[in-house]
C-alpha cells in the first residue's frame, strides 16, 4: 500500500484546476492502457466545477463508462440526485454514449433491491472480475468523514461480500459501493474543502483513529489521492 498522496491547494478553485489535470492524465492513461476508462463519481457539491470543467476538454468521449460510487434514493429528476447533478454539469453536455453511462436505479421502492440490481449492471461492464477495478473513483468527504454513503456507525461500513449495499444517513436510505469494492479502485480521488472538514481529515490522517467513527479511514487504494482547498487542508501544512 503505498502512502497517499496529500494536495493543499490554495483555493477551491485551484483545486478544481489540479483536479482536472489529474483526472484527464489518469482517464488518457487508462484508455492508453486498456483501452477505456471506467470511472465512478461522487456526489454533494465539491465535484460540481470539477464535471463542468471536465465537459469542457475533449476527451475521446466514447471511450468513457460511467458509474456512481453513491446515490440518494430519490428519482433522477429530484435535486438531490447526485446522477441528475453529473448529467446537468458534464454528461449532457458531451457524447459519452448513453448506454455507457449507468445511474443508480432508484424506482423499486426498495433499496436493497435497487442496490442488487446496481450491482448487477456493474458486473456487466466488468464481467470477469470477483471485485471490479474501476481505473478511477472520485470522492468527497462528509465533515463526519464519511464518504460515498458510508456513514459513521452504520452496517453498510461491514459489508465485504457485496459491491453495493444501502447506506442510512439519518434514516434516509442511499445507495452506496462498499468498502471493497472502492480499495479495489486502481486510483481514488478525495476532493475535500472547507474548513469544516478540517476536524475530520485531522482523524481521518491520524496515526490511531476509529474508522468506525471517520469511514474514510477505511479508504485505501492502490493510489490514493487527496487534494484539498486550504480551508480544509491547512492544518496539515507545515509550521
Ligand atoms: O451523496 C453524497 O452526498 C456524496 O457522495 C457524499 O459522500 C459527499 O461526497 C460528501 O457528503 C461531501 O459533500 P460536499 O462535497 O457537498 O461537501
Not at 473513483?137 to 465533515?143: E, R, T, V, W, Y
Amino acid at each position: 500500500m503505498t502512502a497517499p498522496h496529500i494536495e493543499v491547494l490554495p483555493d477551491k478553485a485551484a483545486l478544481v484546476e489540479r483536479a482536472l489535470t489529474l483526472s484527464v492524465q489518469l482517464i488518457q492513461d487508462a484508455i492508453a492502457q486498456r483501452g477505456r476508462c471506467t470511472l465512478a463519481l461522487a456526489g454533494g457539491s465539491t465535484p460540481k466545477p470539477l464535471y463542468e470543467a471536465l465537459a469542457q476538454t475533449n476527451l475521446p468521449w466514447s471511450f468513457l463508462h460511467i458509474f456512481w460510487g453513491d446515490e440518494r434514493y430519490v428519482p433522477i429528476d429530484h435535486p438531490d440526485s447526485n446522477a441528475g447533478m453529473a448529467k446537468t454539469a458534464w454528461l449532457e453536455r458531451v457524447p459519452i454514449p448513453p448506454q455507457q453511462i449507468h445511474p443508480v436505479p432508484t424506482a423499486a421502492g426498495d433499496p436493497a433491491a435497487d442496490a442488487h440490481q446496481y450491482e448487477q449492471s456493474l458486473r456487466s461492464v466488468f464481467p470477469d472480475a470477483d471485485v471490479p477495478t474501476f481505473d478511477l473513483i472520485f470522492l468527497g468527504m462528509g465533515d463526519d468523514g464519511h464518504t460515498a454513503s458510508l456513514f459513521p456507525h452504520t452496517e453498510a461500513l461491514q459489508v465485504r461480500d457485496r459491491l453495493v449495499t444501502v447506506g442510512h444517513k439519518d434514516g434516509q436510505p442511499r445507495i452506496t459501493f462498499t468498502v471493497p469494492l472502492i480499495n479495489q479502485a486502481r486510483t481514488v480521488l478525495f476532493l475535500v474543502a472547507g474548513a469544516n472538514k478540517q476536524h475530520a481529515l485531522s482523524q481521518v490522517f491520524a496515526e490511531e483513529g476509529d474508522a468506525q467513527m471517520f469511514p474514510s479511514r477505511l479508504i485505501h487504494s492502490q493510489s490514493l489521492w487527496w487534494l484539498l482547498d486550504h480551508g480544509a487542508g491547512q492544518a496539515l501544512l507545515p509550521r
